[in-house]
């Protein structure tokens, strides 16, 4: 059974950092396009970032470049998304998901509907 469990959200100030991880079982991230989107209540599902299956290439939405960074940890099956400088607008429950519907991550994979496989969400909250 395929399965993606993300830990590591919380609570943070404004300009704090928080790293998330989308840990897999049953498959290997490395073979995969992995993305993290994040929700607010009443809003869709927001593409934040992407590393590719290939060459681990990564595209970034445009309020995230810059200060969030989406890597890789073979050894450890997970993708990572260090966050930085972080607002209170970036508040929201993060899923990361992996897709089998393609290899490369451009801006037009962004969109939940390309993602076969979710994890539960980790709840991020910034505020002072």
């Known amino acids: 059974q395929l399965q993606l469990v993300e830990s590591g959200g919380g609570l943070v100030q404004p300009g704090g950092s928080l790293r998330l991880s989308c840990a897999g079982s049953g498959f290997t991230l490395d073979y995969y396009p992995i993305a993290w989107f994040r929700q607010v209540p009443g809003k869709e599902r927001e593409g934040v970032a992407c590393?590719?299956?290939?060459?681990?290439?990564?595209y970034y939405s445009n309020s995230m470049k810059g200060r969030f960074t989406i890597s890789r940890d073979s050894a450890k099956n997970t993708v990572d998304l260090l966050m930085n400088s972080l607002k209170p607008e970036d508040t929201a429950v993060y899923y990361c998901?992996?897709?089998?519907?393609?290899?490369?991550?451009?801006?037009?994979?962004?969109?939940?509907?390309?993602?076969?496989?979710w994890g539960q969400g980790t709840q991020v909250t910034v505020s002072s």
């Open positions: 998901a992996a897709s089998t519907a393609f290899r490369l991550c451009i801006a037009t994979t962004q969109m939940p509907f390309e993602y076969a496989y």
């Open positions: 590393i590719s299956a290939n060459d681990s290439s990564t």
